[in-house]
């Protein structure tokens, strides 16, 4: 199930999302569990990837795959998808929404898309 969003809403987000970024800026990093191959590409602020990267450094190495992510509709629309996932972490069709977004967001910054 797609979202729908208008133009009005978009510009709105990146407007939001423009400001979030003058604090910490948004980040693509990628996260290879310990002793598996899968790699998972993720979105986050700067700030946020650091903390993630800390909890986490005993099951995953994570690096940046992009420093500095464009704010384009594709990111407006997967922070609209992240903010419904985080209200509904449980729906499967908003998770795969994110992901589908995540996707977009990794397309249009010419990195590998996560698997479906």
Not at 10 to 25: F, G
Not at 40 to 59: E, P, V
Not at 71 to 81: H, K, M, V
Request: proline fraction near 3%.
């Amino acid at each position: 199930m797609a979202m729908t969003t208008n133009r009005e809403q978009l510009e709105l987000v990146k407007q939001r999302i423009s400001e979030a970024n003058q604090k910490s800026h948004f980040v693509i990093f990628k996260s290879v569990e310990h002793g598996k191959q899968a790699t998972l590409r993720l979105i986050t602020d700067y700030d946020s990837f650091q903390i993630i990267k800390k909890a986490h450094q005993d099951q995953a190495e994570m690096t940046i795959a992009q420093d500095i992510v464009p704010i384009t509709d594709n990111l407006a629309r997967w922070a609209l998808a992240e903010n419904a996932a985080a209200t509904n972490p449980s729906d499967p069709e908003v998770l795969q929404e994110l992901e589908i977004c995540t996707n977009d967001v990794l397309r249009e910054n010419r990195l590998r898309t996560n698997e479906l």
